[in-house]
Protein backbone atom coordinates (compact mmCIF):
# COMPACT_ATOMS: atom_id res chain seq x y z
CA UNK A 1 0.00 0.00 0.00
CA UNK A 2 3.04 2.19 0.92
CA UNK A 3 4.59 1.65 -2.44
CA UNK A 4 1.50 1.96 -4.31
CA UNK A 5 1.07 5.71 -2.57
CA UNK A 6 4.75 7.00 -3.27
CA UNK A 7 3.86 5.71 -6.79
CA UNK A 8 0.80 7.70 -6.83
CA UNK A 9 2.40 10.98 -5.16
CA UNK A 10 5.83 10.63 -7.63
CA UNK A 11 3.27 10.23 -10.77
CA UNK A 12 1.29 13.42 -9.71
CA UNK A 13 4.06 15.77 -9.19
CA UNK A 14 5.90 14.28 -12.57
CA UNK A 15 2.71 15.59 -14.52
CA UNK A 16 2.71 18.98 -12.20
CA UNK A 17 6.36 19.73 -12.79
CA UNK A 18 6.19 18.79 -16.38
CA UNK A 19 3.05 20.55 -17.40
CA UNK A 20 3.94 23.66 -15.40
CA UNK A 21 7.16 23.80 -17.17
CA UNK A 22 6.12 23.01 -20.48
CA UNK A 23 3.90 26.29 -20.00
CA UNK A 24 6.82 28.45 -19.12
CA UNK A 25 8.85 27.75 -21.94
CA UNK A 26 5.66 28.70 -24.31
CA UNK A 27 5.23 31.82 -22.55
CA UNK A 28 9.01 32.53 -22.51
CA UNK A 29 9.00 31.64 -26.05
CA UNK A 30 5.76 33.87 -27.16
CA UNK A 31 7.22 36.96 -25.15
CA UNK A 32 10.62 36.88 -26.95
CA UNK A 33 7.90 37.06 -30.23
CA UNK A 34 5.79 39.98 -28.77
CA UNK A 35 8.96 42.06 -27.60
CA UNK A 36 8.24 40.69 -23.63
CA UNK A 37 4.46 41.65 -24.18
CA UNK A 38 2.27 38.43 -23.45
CA UNK A 39 -1.31 38.21 -23.12
CA UNK A 40 -1.45 34.77 -23.66
CA UNK A 41 0.17 33.59 -20.16
CA UNK A 42 -2.97 33.54 -18.59
CA UNK A 43 -4.92 31.26 -20.74
CA UNK A 44 -1.60 28.97 -21.56
CA UNK A 45 -1.59 28.00 -17.55
CA UNK A 46 -5.72 28.14 -17.00
CA UNK A 47 -5.34 25.19 -19.90
CA UNK A 48 -2.10 23.62 -18.06
CA UNK A 49 -3.89 23.38 -14.85
CA UNK A 50 -6.92 21.80 -17.11
CA UNK A 51 -4.29 19.12 -18.29
CA UNK A 52 -2.88 18.32 -14.66
CA UNK A 53 -6.54 18.36 -13.39
CA UNK A 54 -6.68 15.62 -16.19
CA UNK A 55 -3.99 13.67 -16.06
CA UNK A 56 -3.30 13.68 -11.86
CA UNK A 57 -5.28 11.87 -9.55
CA UNK A 58 -7.53 13.82 -6.78
CA UNK A 59 -7.93 17.62 -6.00
CA UNK A 60 -4.51 18.72 -4.56
CA UNK A 61 -2.32 18.63 -8.31
CA UNK A 62 -5.19 20.89 -9.87
CA UNK A 63 -5.48 23.25 -7.04
CA UNK A 64 -1.88 23.03 -6.49
CA UNK A 65 -1.18 23.84 -10.26
CA UNK A 66 -3.83 26.60 -10.04
CA UNK A 67 -1.66 28.63 -7.02
CA UNK A 68 1.54 28.46 -8.80
CA UNK A 69 0.13 29.46 -12.33
CA UNK A 70 -1.24 32.60 -10.45
CA UNK A 71 2.28 33.21 -9.03
CA UNK A 72 4.13 32.42 -12.44
CA UNK A 73 2.16 34.86 -14.20
CA UNK A 74 2.23 37.60 -11.82
CA UNK A 75 6.41 37.00 -11.46
CA UNK A 76 7.55 36.13 -15.01
CA UNK A 77 5.28 37.39 -17.24
CA UNK A 78 3.46 40.65 -15.88
CA UNK A 79 5.17 43.77 -15.79
CA UNK A 80 6.98 44.51 -13.57
CA UNK A 81 9.02 41.59 -14.53
CA UNK A 82 10.43 39.57 -12.16
CA UNK A 83 8.86 41.15 -8.94
CA UNK A 84 5.97 39.73 -7.14
CA UNK A 85 3.18 42.90 -7.35
CA UNK A 86 -0.32 42.56 -6.44
CA UNK A 87 -0.67 46.85 -5.88
CA UNK A 88 -0.81 47.81 -9.58
CA UNK A 89 -4.68 48.75 -10.37
CA UNK A 90 -6.58 45.71 -11.92
CA UNK A 91 -3.82 42.96 -10.71
CA UNK A 92 -5.59 42.15 -7.80
CA UNK A 93 -9.14 41.58 -9.67
CA UNK A 94 -7.11 39.67 -12.42
CA UNK A 95 -5.50 37.03 -10.27
CA UNK A 96 -8.41 36.43 -8.41
CA UNK A 97 -10.25 35.85 -11.47
CA UNK A 98 -7.34 33.42 -12.97
CA UNK A 99 -7.46 31.46 -9.71
CA UNK A 100 -10.86 30.99 -9.36
CA UNK A 101 -11.50 29.80 -12.57
CA UNK A 102 -8.13 27.35 -12.56
CA UNK A 103 -9.78 25.91 -9.17
CA UNK A 104 -12.95 25.85 -10.61
CA UNK A 105 -11.55 23.77 -13.94
CA UNK A 106 -9.29 21.56 -11.77
CA UNK A 107 -12.63 20.44 -9.56
CA UNK A 108 -15.23 19.75 -12.90
CA UNK A 109 -12.44 18.06 -14.15
CA UNK A 110 -11.91 15.63 -10.81
CA UNK A 111 -15.40 15.20 -10.96
CA UNK A 112 -15.90 13.93 -14.38
CA UNK A 113 -13.46 11.66 -13.85
CA UNK A 114 -14.24 10.67 -10.58
CA UNK A 115 -18.16 10.12 -12.55
CA UNK A 116 -16.33 7.96 -14.70
CA UNK A 117 -14.70 5.42 -12.66
CA UNK A 118 -18.39 5.46 -10.94
CA UNK A 119 -19.89 4.17 -14.02
CA UNK A 120 -17.19 1.83 -14.68
CA UNK A 121 -17.06 0.26 -11.50
CA UNK A 122 -21.00 0.02 -12.28
CA UNK A 123 -20.38 -1.44 -15.31
CA UNK A 124 -18.34 -4.08 -13.99
CA UNK A 125 -20.48 -5.00 -11.24
CA UNK A 126 -23.04 -5.46 -13.56
CA UNK A 127 -21.40 -7.74 -15.78
CA UNK A 128 -19.83 -9.71 -13.17
CA UNK A 129 -23.63 -10.32 -11.76
CA UNK A 130 -24.11 -11.46 -15.84
CA UNK A 131 -21.29 -13.63 -15.68
CA UNK A 132 -22.25 -15.25 -12.53
CA UNK A 133 -25.63 -16.15 -13.99
CA UNK A 134 -24.38 -17.77 -17.24
CA UNK A 135 -21.76 -19.59 -15.11
CA UNK A 136 -23.86 -21.27 -13.07
CA UNK A 137 -25.67 -22.76 -16.46
CA UNK A 138 -22.31 -23.74 -18.04
CA UNK A 139 -21.38 -25.38 -15.18
CA UNK A 140 -24.30 -27.52 -14.45
CA UNK A 141 -24.99 -28.74 -17.77
CA UNK A 142 -21.73 -30.77 -18.21
CA UNK A 143 -21.42 -31.61 -14.34
CA UNK A 144 -25.14 -33.30 -14.37
CA UNK A 145 -24.56 -35.29 -17.90
CA UNK A 146 -20.79 -36.24 -16.06
CA UNK A 147 -22.72 -37.11 -12.92
CA UNK A 148 -25.62 -39.21 -14.74
CA UNK A 149 -22.78 -41.29 -17.23
CA UNK A 150 -20.38 -42.14 -14.25
CA UNK A 151 -23.37 -43.49 -12.54
CA UNK A 152 -24.61 -45.65 -15.18
CA UNK A 153 -21.09 -46.98 -15.44
CA UNK A 154 -20.86 -47.63 -12.16
CA UNK A 155 -24.34 -49.22 -11.89
CA UNK A 156 -24.71 -51.06 -14.69
CA UNK A 157 -21.72 -53.68 -15.07
CA UNK A 158 -23.85 -55.27 -18.50
CA UNK A 159 -22.84 -52.65 -20.58
CA UNK A 160 -21.20 -53.82 -23.44
CA UNK A 161 -17.86 -52.18 -24.73
CA UNK A 162 -19.41 -49.96 -27.31
CA UNK A 163 -21.79 -48.01 -24.69
CA UNK A 164 -19.22 -47.97 -22.37
CA UNK A 165 -16.93 -46.19 -24.74
CA UNK A 166 -20.09 -44.24 -25.75
CA UNK A 167 -20.54 -43.12 -22.18
CA UNK A 168 -16.68 -42.49 -21.84
CA UNK A 169 -16.73 -40.00 -24.55
CA UNK A 170 -19.10 -38.31 -23.36
CA UNK A 171 -17.65 -37.62 -19.82
CA UNK A 172 -14.50 -36.50 -22.04
CA UNK A 173 -16.08 -34.24 -24.15
CA UNK A 174 -17.99 -32.34 -21.24
CA UNK A 175 -14.98 -32.49 -19.35
CA UNK A 176 -12.98 -30.64 -22.60
CA UNK A 177 -16.13 -28.14 -22.20
CA UNK A 178 -15.26 -27.36 -18.35
CA UNK A 179 -11.90 -26.60 -19.59
CA UNK A 180 -13.16 -23.95 -21.72
CA UNK A 181 -15.36 -22.45 -19.80
CA UNK A 182 -12.76 -22.48 -16.94
CA UNK A 183 -10.21 -20.78 -19.33
CA UNK A 184 -12.97 -17.96 -19.93
CA UNK A 185 -13.50 -17.17 -16.64
CA UNK A 186 -10.25 -16.80 -16.10
CA UNK A 187 -9.33 -14.25 -19.23
CA UNK A 188 -12.97 -12.34 -18.38
CA UNK A 189 -11.34 -11.63 -14.33
CA UNK A 190 -8.02 -10.98 -15.73
CA UNK A 191 -9.46 -8.50 -18.44
CA UNK A 192 -11.89 -7.16 -16.43
CA UNK A 193 -9.07 -6.16 -13.78
CA UNK A 194 -7.65 -2.34 -13.62
CA UNK A 195 -5.16 -1.18 -15.24
CA UNK A 196 -4.50 -4.48 -17.47
CA UNK A 197 -1.55 -3.85 -20.05
CA UNK A 198 -0.85 -6.23 -23.03
CA UNK A 199 2.46 -6.70 -24.46
CA UNK A 200 1.68 -6.33 -28.43
CA UNK A 201 3.51 -7.62 -31.35
CA UNK A 202 3.02 -7.20 -34.74
CA UNK A 203 1.87 -10.86 -35.94
CA UNK A 204 1.01 -12.00 -39.12
CA UNK A 205 -3.00 -12.17 -39.85
CA UNK A 206 -3.50 -15.00 -41.71
CA UNK A 207 -1.38 -17.25 -39.53
CA UNK A 208 -3.38 -16.33 -36.07
CA UNK A 209 -6.67 -17.27 -37.96
CA UNK A 210 -4.97 -20.47 -39.46
CA UNK A 211 -3.82 -21.75 -35.96
CA UNK A 212 -7.59 -20.93 -34.37
CA UNK A 213 -9.27 -23.05 -36.90
CA UNK A 214 -6.27 -25.57 -36.51
CA UNK A 215 -7.52 -25.70 -32.61
CA UNK A 216 -11.16 -25.60 -33.58
CA UNK A 217 -10.98 -29.08 -35.91
CA UNK A 218 -8.78 -30.56 -32.92
CA UNK A 219 -11.89 -29.31 -30.40
CA UNK A 220 -14.30 -31.82 -32.81
CA UNK A 221 -15.58 -28.95 -35.14
CA UNK A 222 -16.02 -30.35 -38.73
CA UNK A 223 -18.22 -27.40 -39.98
CA UNK A 224 -16.68 -26.70 -43.53
CA UNK A 225 -14.72 -23.12 -43.09
CA UNK A 226 -13.78 -20.77 -46.00
CA UNK A 227 -11.47 -17.82 -45.24
CA UNK A 228 -11.23 -14.79 -47.22
CA UNK A 229 -8.41 -12.37 -47.28
CA UNK A 230 -6.54 -9.49 -48.90
CA UNK A 231 -3.58 -10.68 -51.10
CA UNK A 232 -1.31 -8.56 -49.25
CA UNK A 233 0.25 -9.71 -45.69
CA UNK A 234 -1.41 -8.03 -42.66
CA UNK A 235 0.60 -7.20 -40.02
CA UNK A 236 -1.37 -6.05 -36.85
CA UNK A 237 -0.29 -5.09 -33.28
CA UNK A 238 -1.82 -8.17 -30.97
CA UNK A 239 -1.19 -10.83 -28.12
CA UNK A 240 -1.60 -14.05 -30.55
CA UNK A 241 -2.73 -16.40 -28.04
CA UNK A 242 -5.92 -13.93 -26.74
CA UNK A 243 -6.90 -13.35 -30.80
CA UNK A 244 -6.22 -17.06 -31.14
CA UNK A 245 -8.78 -17.52 -27.91
CA UNK A 246 -11.30 -15.15 -29.76
CA UNK A 247 -11.07 -16.36 -33.57
CA UNK A 248 -12.11 -19.82 -31.64
CA UNK A 249 -14.72 -18.97 -29.43
CA UNK A 250 -16.66 -17.25 -32.29
CA UNK A 251 -15.88 -20.68 -34.14
CA UNK A 252 -17.27 -22.75 -31.38
CA UNK A 253 -20.69 -20.67 -31.10
CA UNK A 254 -21.50 -21.23 -33.81
CA UNK A 255 -21.31 -25.00 -33.78
CA UNK A 256 -23.34 -25.05 -30.29
CA UNK A 257 -25.70 -21.62 -31.54
CA UNK A 258 -25.56 -22.19 -35.30
CA UNK A 259 -28.36 -24.82 -34.66
CA UNK A 260 -28.41 -25.93 -38.81
CA UNK A 261 -25.08 -24.09 -39.90
CA UNK A 262 -23.19 -26.15 -42.36
CA UNK A 263 -20.66 -23.43 -43.25
CA UNK A 264 -18.37 -20.51 -41.94
CA UNK A 265 -16.85 -17.73 -43.71
CA UNK A 266 -14.02 -15.64 -41.78
CA UNK A 267 -13.80 -12.13 -44.40
CA UNK A 268 -10.50 -10.22 -43.31
CA UNK A 269 -10.60 -6.99 -44.40
CA UNK A 270 -8.30 -3.98 -44.10
CA UNK A 271 -8.95 -0.15 -43.87
CA UNK A 272 -6.91 2.61 -43.26
CA UNK A 273 -6.71 2.48 -39.24
CA UNK A 274 -7.84 -1.05 -38.67
CA UNK A 275 -8.02 -4.81 -39.87
CA UNK A 276 -11.63 -6.00 -39.50
CA UNK A 277 -12.81 -10.16 -39.21
CA UNK A 278 -16.46 -10.96 -39.93
CA UNK A 279 -17.32 -14.70 -38.98
CA UNK A 280 -20.59 -15.60 -41.09
CA UNK A 281 -22.41 -18.50 -40.62
CA UNK A 282 -25.70 -19.63 -42.78
CA UNK A 283 -27.77 -20.96 -39.49
CA UNK A 284 -30.74 -19.77 -37.92
CA UNK A 285 -29.47 -16.67 -37.05
CA UNK A 286 -29.55 -14.76 -33.37
CA UNK A 287 -33.10 -13.38 -32.15
CA UNK A 288 -33.55 -9.95 -31.81
CA UNK A 289 -34.51 -9.81 -28.34
CA UNK A 290 -30.58 -11.18 -27.89
CA UNK A 291 -28.14 -9.14 -30.28
CA UNK A 292 -28.29 -6.03 -28.14
CA UNK A 293 -27.25 -8.37 -25.18
CA UNK A 294 -25.12 -10.70 -26.78
CA UNK A 295 -21.68 -9.71 -25.44
CA UNK A 296 -22.52 -8.82 -21.46
CA UNK A 297 -22.56 -12.95 -20.43
CA UNK A 298 -26.38 -13.15 -20.14
CA UNK A 299 -26.63 -14.88 -23.87
CA UNK A 300 -28.96 -17.55 -22.13
CA UNK A 301 -30.79 -15.48 -19.39
CA UNK A 302 -31.73 -13.06 -22.30
CA UNK A 303 -32.63 -15.65 -25.39
CA UNK A 304 -34.84 -17.49 -22.67
CA UNK A 305 -33.04 -20.76 -24.04
CA UNK A 306 -31.37 -21.85 -21.23
CA UNK A 307 -31.94 -25.90 -20.92
CA UNK A 308 -30.18 -28.66 -19.21
CA UNK A 309 -29.15 -30.07 -22.55
CA UNK A 310 -27.47 -26.61 -24.42
CA UNK A 311 -24.59 -24.85 -23.96
CA UNK A 312 -24.44 -21.02 -23.32
CA UNK A 313 -21.56 -19.35 -25.11
CA UNK A 314 -22.38 -16.02 -23.16
CA UNK A 315 -19.27 -16.44 -21.63
CA UNK A 316 -17.15 -16.50 -24.66
CA UNK A 317 -18.72 -13.66 -26.09
CA UNK A 318 -18.01 -11.82 -22.80
CA UNK A 319 -14.07 -13.44 -23.15
CA UNK A 320 -14.14 -12.12 -26.76
CA UNK A 321 -15.39 -8.70 -25.41
CA UNK A 322 -13.42 -8.22 -22.96
CA UNK A 323 -9.79 -9.28 -25.24
CA UNK A 324 -10.84 -7.05 -28.26
CA UNK A 325 -11.38 -3.95 -26.21
CA UNK A 326 -8.08 -4.15 -23.97
CA UNK A 327 -6.25 -4.29 -27.52
CA UNK A 328 -8.53 -0.65 -28.37
CA UNK A 329 -10.77 -2.34 -30.70
CA UNK A 330 -14.49 -3.27 -30.69
CA UNK A 331 -17.11 -6.03 -31.50
CA UNK A 332 -21.06 -5.64 -33.01
CA UNK A 333 -23.08 -8.53 -34.18
CA UNK A 334 -25.77 -8.89 -36.67
CA UNK A 335 -28.47 -11.05 -39.11
CA UNK A 336 -27.49 -11.73 -42.26
CA UNK A 337 -29.78 -10.98 -44.77
CA UNK A 338 -30.03 -14.28 -46.37
CA UNK A 339 -30.21 -16.14 -43.23
CA UNK A 340 -27.47 -16.99 -40.68
CA UNK A 341 -25.36 -14.44 -38.39
CA UNK A 342 -22.18 -12.16 -38.56
CA UNK A 343 -19.88 -11.78 -35.37
CA UNK A 344 -17.34 -8.79 -36.02
CA UNK A 345 -14.74 -7.48 -34.55
CA UNK A 346 -11.79 -5.26 -35.51
CA UNK A 347 -8.01 -4.21 -33.95
CA UNK A 348 -6.55 -0.81 -34.37
CA UNK A 349 -3.44 -0.40 -37.18
CA UNK A 350 -0.12 0.54 -35.87
CA UNK A 351 0.19 3.78 -36.15
CA UNK A 352 -3.77 4.27 -37.36
CA UNK A 353 -6.06 6.54 -35.85
CA UNK A 354 -9.09 4.37 -33.88
CA UNK A 355 -12.70 5.12 -35.05
CA UNK A 356 -14.90 6.94 -32.92
Same mark, same amino acid.
Given at each position: ? &??????????????????????????????????????????????? $??????? #????????????????????????????????????????????????????????? &??? *????????????????????????????????????????? *??????????????????? *?????????????????????????????????????????????? #??????? &? !?????? $?????????????????? $? $???? &?????????????? #????????????????????????????????? =???? #??????????? *???? =???????????? !????????????????????
Amino acid at each position: M &KSLIRSSVCRNTAILLSILSLCIVVCYALSHLHDDNNPFAVPIFILG $VAAISRF #SDGYVCGIAASVIGVVCVNYMFTYPFWVFDMTLSGYPLTFTVMLLVSVIISTLTTQV &KHQ *QRLMYEVKSESMRANLLRAVSHDIRTPLSSILGATSTLLES *QDLDETARRDLLLEVHKDA *QWLVRVTENILSVTKFSADGVKLKLTEEVVEEIVGSAITKFRKTGG #SISIQVH &K !PQDILL $VPMEATLIEQVLLNLLEN $V $VFHG &KCATRIDIDIVEEP #SRVCFHVSDNGAGISEGVLPHLFDGSYAAQDGT =ARDD #SRNMGIGLSVC *QSIV =AAHGGGMSARNN !PSGGATLSFWLPKRGGTEPS
